[in-house]
């Protein structure tokens, strides 16, 4: 059966899926809105490349925003399992009429569940549905890379001309040659997420929040019906209560491309309904020559941080062992800065490694620590703010001049007893310190989000801004810091930014091509 009948097939299915039904709220929380996309957490986000020309021709093909369907399926993932089950038999009868021509396929070893490729290591192959390995296959050494350095871009736009520092989705997946891929977000549109990619051809990892039991039971059941499909459920244990993360790896025959975006998995988010903007980091990480890869001694700062985050994630082990048959050392300047919830204890100390603590980490392992008398100029873009207060900012402000939460420990605890003749002296240096600490934040912090004019000025109006978070009674709380808000205003006219980036001037001159004031903002 060829390629463009499955695709065919697949859309039939995906047409099938999308049911007129009322919305409906599950015992677990998660909502199903009417424009088909998960809602996690109501508190939370509720409401010119070398391949641009082959990318090109889509711009054509997509709806203009007020013929963007909006519908509401049947299951929680946007799915109807029912129905793709009966495409997926339909298919199976339709290759036992009219047989496939001659294909290279991979063989499969039952005692170790590993693949092996035949004839060609370039093929793109899917495991089974019983095999649990996703281990890729060694392919030859490229000669050239889109993105070998890295990159920051913002997202296409609809309506917005294209001049070259924005792209598309399409652009970064790259679906015709993509073997693997696995993708983490905070809100997701199955259907149309699945129109993006070849789902005939490729493995496909989600990393989902799913609260309960029921939830995961749920999902498994919607997706049993695409063997190529896993589902990966980061563990909501204790303190977590959100999985908010955003991450792709994409796996070619060449190279792996590791992205990092602002975006959820929603087309609104990708530009696509013209009224919100995100950025993206992207970088392509070349595969190494059979049998080479990387020891763990040797790989990067970068690369050890992103395999801790995978394996908190629970991610499948054979995908993260497959990491180390890339060559990570065009990271070697970058870091991996993640958070994951709950408590961090032990010798090990892995409160050093993530959050906040793990910035000011990684800051510091980078060479850009500021000394105490240096003051930091930080510009902080954002689309969701909470009960802010000088206290979680002096963590934020010291983690950017590469504290690893040591200082900001010593900071609020004063370790002598109030007999000890020192005493005084110790708590004098304190409130000064704290004082000098309040005046750098009050003269070089800046938050940057959009305000109410903004917003409403928009070209979607405030019936669009619902993944721009921010609530009356923070902003009226005695302890917020109101002399630190900017408002965000996107240069492209008429967008709202759903942004997350935090630059430091002085952090960026550093480098050997320090970026201008223009360039600061995406």
């Not at 975006?261 to 903007?277: F, H, I, K, R, S």
Request: hydrophobic share 35%.
């Amino acid at each position: 059966m060829a390629d463009s009948d499955s695709d065919e097939d697949l859309k039939r299915a995906i047409q099938l899926s999308m049911q007129s039904v009322e919305p409906q709220v599950k015992a677990s929380g998660v909502q199903v809105q009417r424009n088909n996309i998960i809602n996690l957490d109501s508190d939370d986000e509720s409401t010119t490349d070398e391949f641009d020309t082959k990318i090109r021709s889509l711009d054509k093909d997509l709806p203009e925003p007020e013929a963007v369907s909006i519908a509401v399926s049947t299951g929680m993932l946007g799915l109807d399992r029912k129905a793709m089950e009966q495409e997926r038999l339909a298919r199976k009868r339709k290759a036992s009429i009219s047989p496939p021509p001659h294909r290279k396929v991979a063989r499969y070893n039952d005692s170790t569940s590993k693949v092996s490729i035949s004839d060609s290591a370039a093929e793109k192959v899917l495991p089974n549905k019983q095999s649990t390995s996703h281990a890729l296959p060694s392919l030859n050494y490229p000669s050239s890379l889109p993105f070998p350095n890295g990159t920051v871009k913002k997202t296409w736009l609809f309506g917005y001309p294209r001049q070259g520092e924005d792209i598309k989705i399409e652009e970064i997946l790259q679906k015709d040659d993509l073997t693997l891929a696995v993708l983490s977000s905070f809100q997701w549109d199955a259907e149309w997420l699945l129109r993006k990619l070849n789902t005939k051809t490729t493995q496909l990892v989600f990393v989902m929040q799913a609260d309960t039991t029921e939830t995961k039971a749920q999902y498994r059941q919607e997706t049993a019906s695409m063997p190529n499909l896993r589902l990966c459920f980061p563990s909501m244990e204790g303190q977590i209560n959100c999985m908010h993360s955003k991450l792709m790896l994409l796996s070619y025959p060449s190279h792996l491309r590791i992205v990092v975006p602002t975006a959820n998995l929603v087309p609104y988010d990708w530009g696509e309904t013209g009224v919100m903007e995100n950025m993206v980091f992207l970088i392509d990480l070349a595969r190494l020559p059979t049998p080479q890869s990387m020891s763990q001694q040797k790989m990067t700062d970068f690369g050890d941080d992103l395999i801790y985050f995978l394996q908190a994630k629970g991610l499948d082990q054979s995908i993260i062992d497959s990491l180390y048959h890339f060559d990570f050392s065009a990271t070697r300047d970058l870091a991996f800065v993640h958070t994951i919830g709950g408590a961090h204890t032990g010798d090990d100390e892995p409160w050093r490694r993530t959050g906040y603590c793990g910035l000011g980490r990684a800051i510091s392992r980078l060479g850009l620590r500021s000394n105490d008398q240096q003051a930091l100029d930080i510009n902080y873009v954002t689309s969701s703010i909470g009960s802010l207060n000088l206290e979680f900012l002096s963590t934020l402000y010291l983690a950017a001049s590469g504290d690893d939460g040591t200082k900001e420990y010593e900071r609020r605890n004063v370790t002598l007893g109030k007999k000890d003749k020192d005493y005084s002296t110790q708590m004098k240096r304190k409130t000064d310190a704290q004082e000098k600490l309040r005046k750098e934040i009050d003269e070089g912090f800046r938050i940057y989000f959009p305000s109410q004019d903004t917003v409403e000025a928009s070209k979607g109006g405030p019936s669009c801004g619902g993944t721009i978070c921010f609530q009356r009674k923070w902003w009226e709380s005695p302890t917020f810091p109101r002399q630190l808000m900017r408002d965000c205003k996107s240069r492209r006219g008429g967008a709202l930014m759903h942004n997350k980036v935090s630059l430091l001037p002085q952090v960026m001159s550093n480098f050997s091509t320090p970026p201008t004031p223009s360039q600061f903002f995406l």
